[in-house]
């Protein structure tokens, strides 16, 4: 139910957010004044406000829809030597990496995992899952941290939304000409948009949604890669590799995940999902993350 709520809660603002961008630019419709074309213009401007809207609520919201999908748990005063040992730790990497000190979280989740996202580099959220506190030895555990450390650092949060707004204007935008033209063309309807403009819009944007999700997801793996790198550079290489090789051995064993979805492209393993086609995934496999490092 939360999330539900969750999701509801940011198409709400989403829509919000663009209707009163689009009112303030004066942009009320995409087709042209005889009722008969598209105004493309128009159009670029609607599909440009509702896809980057998208994204930078989501952006925005970030921290707080993490901390609640993954019932993170941030640590304000450390209670125990392991928490102030896990603050110190990403105080001393933020200050290495040059950014501000994220808040520190602890997430209840079984499998060994992190993440860290936030709206930018000094106002970011570094956490890690129980399960990886209780089986990684420290330096492990400082290296996953480097590695989420060098997300921040590599601003790959705003870098994924900005390319996910961009994606989703065109997306949206070709789907509509796609519509308009199946519209006009083939159901014969010369005013307004009739049934089949949004029957085809909907397929076309289902259709070109999974084929730019082939660029977006490229970027998240290579993301990944940089931020290996990071962690070998804040950590030690040899900290790094160790960190991934016990990450593969726990998904090669298949423990189950509780990860939501939402946040399953900020954690440091993708789990199961770096099973599927490597066109889709949004992490490489583990073995070639660590063949990377190895090459240096």
Not at 25 to 31: H, P, Q, R
Not at 160 to 175: C, D, E, K, R
Not at 193 to 208: D, K, R, T
Request: aromatic share 8%; net charge neutral.
């Amino acid at each position: 139910m939360l999330r539900i709520g969750l999701f509801l809660l940011t198409n709400l603002a989403v829509i919000l957010m663009a209707s009163i961008t689009l009112n303030i630019l004066g942009v009320g419709s995409y087709l042209d004044a005889s009722g008969s074309g598209l105004n493309l213009n128009n159009l670029l401007v609607f599909c440009a406000v509702f896809g980057f809207s998208g994204s930078i609520i989501s952006l925005l919201l970030s921290k707080t829809m993490a901390k609640m999908s993954t019932r993170t748990q941030i640590i304000t005063q450390p209670r125990s030597a392991d928490e102030k040992w896990l603050v110190d730790t990403v105080a001393d990497l933020a200050q290495k990496a040059g950014i501000g000190m994220p808040e520190v979280g602890v997430f209840p989740a079984q499998e060994s995992n992190a993440f860290a996202t936030g709206w930018n580099r000094n106002n970011a959220l570094v956490a890690v899952s129980l399960g990886l506190l209780q089986r990684f030895d420290k330096e492990e555990i400082r290296a996953v941290l480097a590695h989420e450390i060098g997300h921040v650092a590599n601003g790959d949060m705003i870098t994924l939304s900005l390319i996910q707004g961009v994606v989703n204007t065109f997306v949206m935008f070709f789907a509509r000409i796609i519509g308009h033209t199946i519209d006009r063309a083939v159901f014969k309807n010369d005013q307004g948009h009739g049934f089949a403009y949004y029957i085809s819009v909907f397929v076309a944007e289902m259709v070109l949604g999974l084929l730019a999700s082939i660029i977006v997801m490229r970027f998240s793996r290579y993301r990944e890669f940089r931020a290996d790198h990071a962690g070998a550079e804040l950590a030690g290489r040899g900290a790094m590799i160790r960190a991934l090789q016990r990450l593969k051995m726990e998904v090669d064993a298949k423990v189950p995940s509780s990860m939501p979805d939402s946040i399953y492209a900020f954690g440091i393993s993708g789990g199961f999902k770096e099973r599927m086609s490597d066109l889709f995934a949004s992490h490489p496999p583990l073995e070639r993350r660590i063949e990377a490092l190895q090459q240096g």
